[in-house]
């Protein structure tokens, strides 16, 4: 590495880092001043306050991870431009992709970090800042569905509830089958509800219908305590459940919603898919950044800076739009993560092109 990858390299780590350092305790004060009258109705402690902001840091921040590194770029390529420095370095030789070099390192980094950050780190954080946030911010508010839930906990027993208290931990007009392998009613439990208590589930007006050939036998009681295999939680996960498991968990996790024939399985696998998404578009607007800013403008750093918060929020409206059409309406979550980011991959390689000209 020569001494001009070295400085090119310190420059984009380091004006990355100012940005973050920068713009998250913005982040965080304005956070506070919107929700600090719901934490003092809501009673919220202060530990727990202070670690809401923590997992605030690292989840929003990994949000935008990308667009911090993108203005960074734009903010410190178009100084270099406008010292005439990208000048110097070209004129004395260096080709256009030679000069990328050290942002491709960079960007290799910060990739890496926001894979490692994703897959490890920030589903912890993910998950202490949605239960702070539904727990003080949010009161009241239903963080999953509650109503007509049905699950396929394997081959053949199903569930359903027709609707569920998460914080009583008591679901109504439950229902239990069990099918043969011939797809023949084995067994039907029914109960007005179905609570957990302790280790083990309480039924009330509980009535069990056994198939027998072509022989019904009902047994019923006023309540019954059993034992199931499923746990209470698995009715209904909460809405942010995928953001709150690492790789291994999540792949698990997805491979038995399949099973149970969950209805918003995409939304799971949108959020495995942008994990691996987010380090690649590191790499792309990378490119765009440098593209844009390493040509010396009339207009300067303003015209650079505007132009590339105008690609940020184009970037964010169609990875938005995307991710809402594979959630809503069955878009295949794969394409909904590739197709921004082969877009602009379009557009890097041909500003690229236009800037070495």
């Known amino acids: 590495m ?26 965080i004060m304005a956070n506070l001043a919107e929700q600090i009258g719901k ?20 989840y929003i921040g990994n949000l935008l991870f990308p667009i911090f590194l993108f203005l960074s770029i734009i903010f410190f390529t178009s100084k270099l431009a406008s010292n005439t420095e990208i000048i110097a370095i070209l004129s004395s030789g260096v080709s256009y992709g030679r000069f990328l070099r050290p942002y491709m390192i960079g960007a290799t980094i910060i990739a890496i970090t926001m894979l490692a950050m994703g897959m490890f780190l920030v589903p912890k954080a993910s998950e202490g800042f949605n239960e702070f946030k539904y727990k003080y911010l949010k009161k009241g508010k239903q963080d999953r569905v509650t109503s007509n839930i049905f699950n396929q906990l394997n081959e053949n027993d199903f569930i359903y509830v027709s609707s569920f208290d998460p914080a009583r931990k ?20 029914s109960a007005a509800n179905i609570r957990w208590i302790d280790s083990l589930y309480r039924l009330t007006s509980y009535r069990k219908r056994v198939v027998r050939g072509d022989t019904a036998i009902v047994r019923s009681k006023r309540r019954l305590d059993t034992l199931f295999t499923f746990k209470i939680e698995d009715l209904t996960p909460v809405s942010y459940v995928a953001e709150t498991k690492n790789l291994a968990e999540l792949n698990k996790f997805i491979r038995d919603q399949k099973r149970k024939g969950a209805s918003n399985i995409n939304s799971y696998i949108l959020v495995k898919y942008k994990r691996w998404a987010m380090p690649i578009s590191a790499f792309i607007l990378t490119l765009i950044a440098v593209a844009v800013s390493s040509v010396k403008r009339r207009g300067g750093m303003g015209i650079n800076l505007a132009f590339g918060i105008g690609v940020a929020f184009i970037y964010i409206f169609f990875d938005r ?9 069955g878009f295949s979550p794969i394409l909904a993560v590739i197709i921004p ?7 890097a390689v041909y500003l690229l092109q236009k800037a070495k000209r």
């Open 341 to 347: 980011n082969f877009l602009f991959g379009v557009l």
């Open 2 to 27: 020569t001494i001009i990858d070295k400085y090119i390299l310190k420059r984009y780590l380091v004006t990355f880092a100012v940005m973050l350092l920068l713009f998250i305790p913005i982040g």
């Open 170 to 189: 008591i679901g109504y007009n439950f229902t239990f089958e069990r099918f043969t392998g011939d797809d023949q009613l084995d067994f039907k439990i």
């Open 39 to 58: 934490m003092i109705d809501n009673e919220a402690p202060l530990n727990e306050i202070l670690m809401y902001y923590l997992n605030f840091t690292i």
């Open 321 to 329: 739009v995307f991710g809402t059409l594979a959630e809503q309406s």
